[in-house]
T-cell receptor, first 115, second 109 residues
Framework: GAVVSQHPSWVICKSGTSVKIECRSL??????MFWYRQFPKQSLMLMAT?????????EQGVEKDKFLINHASLTLSTLTVTSAHPEDSSFYIC???????????FGPGTRLTVT | GQNIDQPTEMTATEGAIVQINCTYQ??????LFWYQQHAGEAPTFLSY??LDGLEEKGRFSSFLSRSKGYSYLLLKELQMKDSASYLC??????????WGAGTKLIIKP
């Protein structure tokens, strides 16, 4: 298999605080990990791509100082939403890929609500 | 620019067959994926096509024509649990996955 876990599955935080979301590939080494955001009834939006040991590549319009990504190992990537605001409330999904065939295996997602 | 088109929404009847089309214009091509996404859940992998032709996997089949920039996902013997969004995604020359907006499939009894 190719299992990706995400933690937490849901989180509620107060405005101004920071939240960390973990993404782990459980049974394979991921060459690349991806972070997506999805608002209700909208398509997936790629936020950033990260390779182990290097800086993440952010998509246009995504603030890298607000969404901190750390890809510490071939099985773990973290996304930290800093100084969260209510408009950051969304469904955050990570995925991981092996080198071939570049299929992305998705984690179950984290539902963030900022009050 | 890079573009992937698929219908926004489709409706079909339980037990019937439905075909979801996807056309793409990308800088290079290294394969096309179909994912299923139920409401409130993350996408799950359905199929991968890199060569022309039909790939069959149980009730689901996926077809690719690279010369036409076209793919379809065929779902047979529809079940109520097939109600979901179906996402088409293309791997471009940089091995970046370009996503379509998804097709919401509604199954009626």
């Amino acid at each position: 298999g190719a299992v990706v876990s995400q933690h937490p599955s849901w989180v509620i935080c107060k405005s101004g605080t920071s939240v960390k979301i973990e993404c782990r590939s459980l049974d394979f080494q991921a060459t690349t990990m991806f972070w997506y955001r999805q608002f209700p009834k909208q398509s997936l939006m790629l936020m950033a791509t990260s390779n182990e040991g290097s800086k993440a590549t952010y998509e246009q319009g995504v603030e890298k100082d607000k969404f901190l990504i750390n890809h510490a190992s071939l099985t773990l990537s973290t996304l930290t939403v800093t100084s969260a605001h209510p408009e950051d409330s969304s469904f955050y999904i990570c995925s991981a890929s092996k080198r071939e065939p570049h299929e992305q295996y998705f984690g179950p997602g984290t539902r963030l609500t900022v009050t | 620019g890079q573009n992937i088109d698929q219908p926004t929404e489709m409706t079909a009847t339980e037990g019937a067959i439905v075909q979801i089309n996807c056309t793409y214009q990308t800088s290079g091509f290294n394969g096309l994926f179909w994912y299923q996404q139920h409401a409130g859940e993350a996408p799950t992998f359905l199929s991968y096509n890199v060569l022309d032709g039909l790939e069959e996997k149980g009730r689901f089949s996926s077809f690719l024509s690279r010369s036409k920039g076209y793919s379809y996902l065929l779902l047979k013997e529809l079940q109520m649990k097939d109600s979901a969004s179906y996402l088409c995604a293309v791997l471009d020359s940089n091995y970046q996955l370009i996503w379509g907006a998804g097709t919401k499939l509604i199954i009626k009894p």
